[in-house]
């Protein structure tokens, strides 16, 4: 757990990191998401969903694949990347929803040289209570902005934390986003927590890399809205130093 001293190391050394990098992400990413093709419909009237390989920044998608009406995402995803070659996927950083934060999913991105960013919601309970668990108010702030846009004003707050002991394969870092909003003339503020993990450790990635995936795949789900992580006008997060001390998760029963 991040003591005082420690924290204050890597807040100076973090300004010393944002004085020398330009903050461009090192690697590829791309964004595996579904989507309801919208006026399509079966013979039998249900609608046609389909999974997709979208690059991010270009938006290219570079495969795509039907999803059964008798099925759902989750066993699509393997077929899915397995249309694209081991040379463009390799080295990668894929990005998911809470719906493909499958350990089956993480194994075999690992086989296929690729890297993970998942969110984590209450569907994996067991690493949901792990990642609340996180002494997160010892845990620096890496980044902070204030919004205004879309008929709404925004505030967000970025921590990003090295952990050992996660309740899923690979897992290195966690990324936590305490987002508020409120729309333009309402008193009453909403909030909302979004958590995503990821196998990179601090050294191949650093904290304005991890949110900029985030940001960049709520950008391709989301292209015309104001999803958490997806406004082009917010600034980037900064970078964190890479000597962040990991933190031991506590157990799950």
């Not at 702030?141 to 050992?164: N, P, S, W, Y």
């Not at 391709?220 to 990991?246: D, F, H, L, Y």
């Amino acid at each position: 757990m991040p003591d005082g001293g420690t924290e204050r190391e890597q807040r100076r050394t973090h300004r010393a990191a944002t004085r020398a990098e330009p903050g461009r992400s090192r690697r590829r990413a791309i964004a595996v998401d579904g989507k309801c093709l919208r006026g399509a419909k079966r013979p039998d009237g249900s609608r046609v969903f389909v999974l997709s390989a979208v690059r991010h920044g270009d938006g290219v998608t570079l495969a795509s694949r039907e999803i059964g009406a008798k099925t759902n995402e989750i066993p699509e995803f393997a077929p899915l990347l397995d249309q694209t070659d081991d040379t463009d996927l390799a080295g990668t950083v894929v990005t998911a929803d809470a719906l493909h934060a499958q350990r089956d999913h993480a194994t075999y991105l690992h086989e296929r040289g690729a890297h993970y960013l998942l969110t984590i919601k209450n569907n994996q309970r067991g690493q949901a209570r792990q990642l609340h668990a996180l002494p997160w108010k010892d845990i620096p702030v890496i980044h902070r902005d204030d919004a205004r846009g879309h008929g709404r004003h925004e505030q967000r707050i970025v921590q990003v934390v090295t952990v050992a002991g996660l309740l899923f394969p690979y897992a290195a870092q966690v990324l936590r986003i305490k987002r508020r909003r409120r729309l333009y003339g309402a008193k009453k503020w909403s909030s909302e927590t979004v958590y995503a993990i990821t196998d990179l450790t601090a050294e191949e990635a650093n904290a304005a890399e991890i949110a900029s995936w985030a940001r960049g795949h709520w950008t391709v789900g989301n292209p015309s809205t104001g999803s958490e992580m997806s406004s082009s006008k917010r600034t980037s997060p900064r970078s964190e130093p890479a000597t962040r001390p990991p933190c031991s998760l506590p157990s799950v029963p």
